[in-house]
Each structure stands twice: as C-alpha cells, then as structure tokens.
C-alpha cells in the first residue's frame, strides 16, 4: 500500500482525461485516454487495482514493476554516465526526493557528466490553488528546485512542491540562449519530466499513482522510464532505492 489513497488517483484520472492541465503536468496527449484507459494503463505500469468498482482506501504500487522500472531507470543513468552527457536534475517534491536526485547529481558529476544549472534565479510564474505565484528557480547541489521569495536562502534546502511544467521550459530555454550545452537526459518528477519529454528531451523520473502523466508520456514515446514510487514517505526511506540505483548503474563510490 502507498499513502496516496484511492480516491485521490481516481480523482487524477478523471482530472487527466478531462485534460486539466493541474495533472497533465506539461505532457499533450496523443491518443484518447478516457478514465477506463487511464486505470487500465495504471493497473499494467503500477500495479493498482483495474476495477473501477474499487473506490476507496489505500493504492496500491506492486514492488516487481517498481524494481523492474528502477533497474531500467539505472540503465539509462549508466548510459548517460558513459558517455560523459551533460543532465539536468529537478524536483516539484524537494521535501521528500531532494536526497535523491543530490545522490545522483553527485554520483553522475564524479563520473564525467556536466550536471547544469542554467536560470539560476530565475523568476517563474505559476499558477497555484492560491492564484498567480512568483517563484524563484534554485539549485541544491545541482538539484534544481522553485522557492517563493523570502523562503529560504539561495542554496538552502528549502523548496516548495510543485506539479508544473513551467520550471524545466525555463531552464531549458536559458541553457538554449547560452549557447548550450543541453542535457541528454533530464531526470526529475512531475513538470520536470513530463516538461522536458514534452519538448523532445529524453526524460526519467518517478511517479506516485496519482500522476498518470508521467505513464501516459512513458506509453506515448516522451518520456523514457516511469517508475511507480510512493512520493509521500520521507526523505529517509528513499537512501535503500538510491543505494540500489547507484549500485545497478555502477555509479556507487
């Protein structure tokens, strides 16, 4: 079981099919994906029950397709590693993953990769539950991130949660004004990858069973590895997942 509850996912499907941009994430589907597709794609990728008469209590990810999709997920980290390609790291949940993609940043810049970190300070606007908010785009050892201003110092660990897309588009575009160079791979959750894969990057990151975005991006050719992960625990019960990733791709130190 995961702390999402089945109602919430549900809801996300319903909120995807009717193309609400607050859990398309950045990603403009292809094909129909109407609420039966959806819960049928997340049953295959994740795991969670294909019953739509299951309406209440906790998912469900199923351990198998997580390891399956991490061991894919470290593969792609390996290649990227090999060749010495330049990444781009990003959360929307820096609460709980930050230690995590600090852990890969890492592990990839002492393997030769460029981990970049173009519009450092850059302000974004987005649109929240609250109204339009002006966030700042920060890095956290080469974890990109957006805090409002005045949370926090520049570097801190500090962020705020986000499921937009608007972050990664801006980084993006200011590493394409500088001149380069652009990632390989971008590697992040929610608007991170969806954003990314949208824009023809190749993209990886983990995903809870409330964002089918990143599953439908995954089926759809845009994003490149999805892996079903509770995002709500803390940040702690991640280090095994990340010793296992480092280890698989040959990135431990």
Do not use: K
């Not at 008469?53 to 997920?73: E, N, Y």
């Not at 966030?135 to 805090?147: F, K």
């Amino acid at each position: 079981m995961v702390a999402t509850s089945r109602e919430v996912s549900l809801r996300s499907y319903r909120l995807f099919a009717a193309r609400d941009p607050r859990v398309l994430l950045g990603i403009d589907p292809e094909g129909a994906w109407g609420q039966r597709e959806l819960l049928g794609l997340m049953a295959q990728r994740c795991g969670v029950s294909a019953d739509p008469r299951d309406i209440s209590g906790q998912d469900v990810i199923d351990p198998d397709r997580t390891l399956a999709a991490l061991d894919a997920f470290a593969d792609r980290l390996a290649a990227v590693a090999g060749r010495r390609a330049p990444v781009l790291l990003g959360t929307g949940h820096p609460h709980r993953l930050l230690g995590f993609y600090v852990a890969l940043a890492q592990a990839l810049s002492a393997a030769g990769c460029a981990v970049l970190t173009p519009a450092q300070g850059r302000s974004v606007d987005i649109t929240t539950r609250f109204g339009l908010r002006t966030y700042h785009l920060d890095y956290v050892r080469g974890v990109a991130l957006v805090r409002e201003p005045g949370a926090g110092r520049a570097g801190g660990e500090t962020g705020a949660h986000t499921h937009s897309p608007l972050p990664v588009r801006v980084a993006l575009a200011a590493a394409a004004e500088d001149g380069g160079p652009l990632p390989e791979l971008v590697i992040g959750d929610h608007g991170w990858a969806c954003g990314a894969g949208q824009l023809g990057f190749e993209a990886i990151g983990p995903a809870d069973t409330d964002d089918p975005a990143l599953f439908v991006g995954q089926a759809e050719g845009r994003v490149s590895v999805a892996v079903p992960l509770d995002d709500a625990v803390r940040s702690e019960h991640y280090r095994p997942l990340t010793r296992y990733v480092l280890n698989r791709a040959c990135l431990s130190r």
